[in-house]
């Protein structure tokens, strides 16, 4: 059985996103149906709905960064009960048997891959799944997580459940704490996570930007300076001092000066995938310091849940604008032109506005 959900969908990869009605099932025994409050907007979002990332499966329901109350459970569920406030991030199934999957690194499913939150195959309905930009969505309950922080905080809460694990996972991955002087490359929607949770952590911070008008932001959300990238005389009075390196852009770009900035056994993680790939670095940047090149992908359900009371703890939260619905492809233009700071969220009751 199912019942009618609303958002906004695109069509097509040349079509603005609009109102769309779609199927979501009645929950099974293991299920929870989630009432959504509000859903960060994910650059993502957009590479998916305009199809720029290959596979994209129309109609197209972005949305993987969730937070709702949840509305009804079935039969077996324990972990959540009707009222709860809770979260859904990028996934919503993963094969549970594989090596990763038994880790609690489901984002690593070795056998299906990861369900997406959105056009992922739906394991029950069939088709593909449809994401946060709607009213309501029904999940597992062991991909649900529970949200601690107080209602002013839910919407700033909302982008944690993709931006705040990405840059969460490599940093604890790492052992990034006390004592270590670490660099977050690039100051968007995951730059900026990137530096709230690695001074939370007890880090040194610094950020790499083309841009030196973001200094002054940098510094509020908690880095110790700005490192203007392109200034060649700033870039060596940092070479060879960090720890780390947690690289955002999304963009291709030159990492050799980023690599000659570690120190010996230093790691620089990617988590902006470009669309086109980067210059192939210098192999001696590598070999004569042994510095690592790694990248990392989103986060487990145990270690997403572990970020969200890490930042319930230390009082963190992304930097949102709230939008109506209506406005979502104001916000994609935007978001092109890198105009906003530093996550839009939508209001999700304005969906009943929109319709």
Known sequence: MTSTAHGYAAQASDTPLAPFSFERRDPLPGDVVIDILFCGVCHSDLHTARGEWAGTLYPCVPGHEIVGRVAATGSAVERFKVGDVVGVGCMVDSCGHCPSCRDGEEQYCETTGFTGTYNGPDPVLGGHTFGGYSNRIVVRQEFVLRVGHGEKDWAGVAPLLCAGITTYSPLKHWKVGPGQKVGIVGLGGLGHMGVKIAAAMGADVYVFSTSPSKRDDAMRLGAKDLIVSRDAEAMAAHAGSFDFILNTVAASHDLDPLL??????????????????????????????????????????????????????????????????????????????????????????????AA
């Open 260 to 353: 000659a900035a570690l120190k010996r056994d230093g790691t620089m993680t990617l988590v902006g995938v470009p669309e086109h790939p980067h210059p192939s670095p210098s192999v001696g940047n590598l070999v004569f310091r042994r510095r690592a090149l790694a990248g990392s992908l989103i986060g487990g359900i145990a270690e997403t849940q572990e970020m969200l009371d890490f930042c319930q703890e230390h009082g963190l939260t992304a930097d949102i604008e709230m939008i109506d619905i209506a406005d979502i492809n104001e916000a994609y233009e935007r978001m092109v032109r890198s105009d906003v700071k530093y996550r839009f969220v939508i209001d999700m009751a304005s969906l009943n506005a």
